[in-house]
């Protein structure tokens, strides 16, 4: 059976494209256990789909295949790579979309060697992850189209990792990734932690970019689109209206008891936040 593999896409369940991702895994590996952890990501963006990868890897078995296909570039020279850490593998177009898991393995700023690109920068690793280019065209499935390498490239790739094939058999060596900027939070002069809404979830919570661990204390103010909060609960049922939530994805969430924080407050992912303590 070999390790589980994991599918992130903005594919969405409307077509046939996450059928036939995963037809193409089991065709390589007939017995694979293939997971969705989300195939709801807004078309073509690359940085939620990060994000919301990085949540939910940590919770898998290690050796775990990551997927990860949000790929406007597809058909593009923008190569597909294989990434190995410590704890999984991660199967993706090298595009950004990894760029949260890259962040958690060194902080992205300490990286040097780093060049400009568009939105992208290139990381250079010097030790600590295993990177290969996926160039082989052997473990593809042919005819390869140019507009779905999610099921002609990458799906047959991580399922011959999920048999036990080495990744260097799958194309050659790199040492550089390229990730996106990520939007962290920022202390202010007047001591005000300034972040923005990373992702409002489907239950219209507004997950932000402050870390639980990175709140001055519960005893804090919070302020988004004009309305203030006062205090951090610790879950839902705590209180009546809007409230703020040390959510368990390990970030700052706005939630709205039985209803929508995002609806009724008008925010949505980008909008800013700011989080005082209280005098």
Avoid at 33 to 62: C, E, G, M, T, W
Avoid at 88 to 109: C, K, Q, R
Avoid at 265 to 270: E, F, H, K, M, S
């Amino acid at each position: 059976m070999g390790p589980p593999i994991t599918l992130t896409t903005d594919f969405g369940y409307d077509d046939a494209y996450v059928a036939a991702v995963k037809g193409a895994i089991l065709s390589v590996n007939p017995e694979a256990s293939v997971v969705d952890i989300s195939h709801s990501i807004q078309p073509q963006n690359i940085l939620q789909a990060a994000f919301i990868l990085s949540v939910a890897y940590r919770y898998f078995p290690k050796q775990t295949i990551h997927m990860a296909v949000v790929d406007p570039g597809v058909g593009s020279e923008r190569r597909g790579v294989i990434l190995k850490t410590p704890s999984a593998f991660f199967v993706a177009p090298d595009n950004g979309v990894l760029s949260y898991v890259i962040d958690e393995l060194s902080p992205v700023e300490g990286r040097s060697q780093a060049r400009q690109s568009s939105d992208l920068r290139e990381i250079v690793f010097k030790a600590g992850v295993e990177i290969v280019a996926i160039t082989d065209p052997r473990f593809w499935r042919h005819p390869v189209s140019p507009t779905f390498h999610g099921r002609d490239v990458f799906a047959p790739v991580a399922a011959g990792l999920s048999l036990g094939i080495s990744l260097y058999e799958f194309g050659e060596k790199v040492n550089s990734l390229h990730v996106l900027p990520l939007p962290k939070p920022i202390l202010d002069a007047e001591g005000t932690l300034v972040g923005q809404i990373l992702h409002v979830d489907r239950f219209g919570n507004l997950v932000t970019n402050i870390r639980n661990c990175d709140l001055p204390g519960k005893d804090v103010v919070v302020e988004v689109a004009g309305y203030r909060i006062q205090g951090i609960n610790s879950y839902y049922a705590q209180k009546e209206g809007v409230m703020t939530i040390a959510g368990s994805s390990g970030y700052l969430e706005v939630s709205l008891r039985g209803g929508s924080a995002s609806d009724f407050l008008g925010a949505i992912a980008g909008d800013e936040i700011k989080v005082t303590p209280a005098t």
